[in-house]
């Protein structure tokens, strides 16, 4: 199977770490980029051509809150494997777009578990472990960075394969994020249980 380039990105961040400088490297490439609420927040600070995540699919449906970014069309774009694509060829027709990279980490739970306000359906990052695990899921055609330390190995193979990352990188970063969704959620429920 060949390696897809990437064209399409969801950016959605708490630890903001070199994700300004992996974005503007990533719009050199010419990806479109989509994020979150507060991420598109911090790129547009930065001039970076970025578009709200909720333009994927066309509707607004929870005052651009996180939970928009589970939208089924999203979620398609994630996890069609690149058989169903090239059987389906009228996806834009059914407003599935494409996403070749997903950005998405998930910061520290206790941070958020700590605080007065804490809301474990609002606070727990569940859309993100979500997103996450569909991303992952599909690395035979999409590409996942759940670290900031992933960002390196992405812009070397897209450097030395035309604006492609190779299979063994996405498998390599997939593992990676199944272990820190696995330990997020370790974490979680150990903090919760005491």
Known sequence: MKDPKIKRAIVSVSNFEDVVEFCHILIEYGVEIFATVETLQILKKENIRVSPFYKLHGVVIFSEKIWDILHPSIVAGLALPMEKIAQNKHLENKN??????????LGSPFKVINSKSFDLADDINIARLSMLSVGAANSRRVTVA???????????????????????????????????????????AHHLEA
């Open 96 to 105: 599935i777009k494409l996403v070749d990279l997903l950005v998405c980490n």
């Open 146 to 188: 759940s670290e900031s330390s992933d960002y390196h190995a992405i812009l070397t193979d897209m450097s030395n394969h035309d604006g492609k990352v190779q299979g063994s990188t996405r498998f390599e970063l997939a593992c990676k994020s199944f272990k820190r969704i696995s330990e997020y959620s370790r974490l979680t």
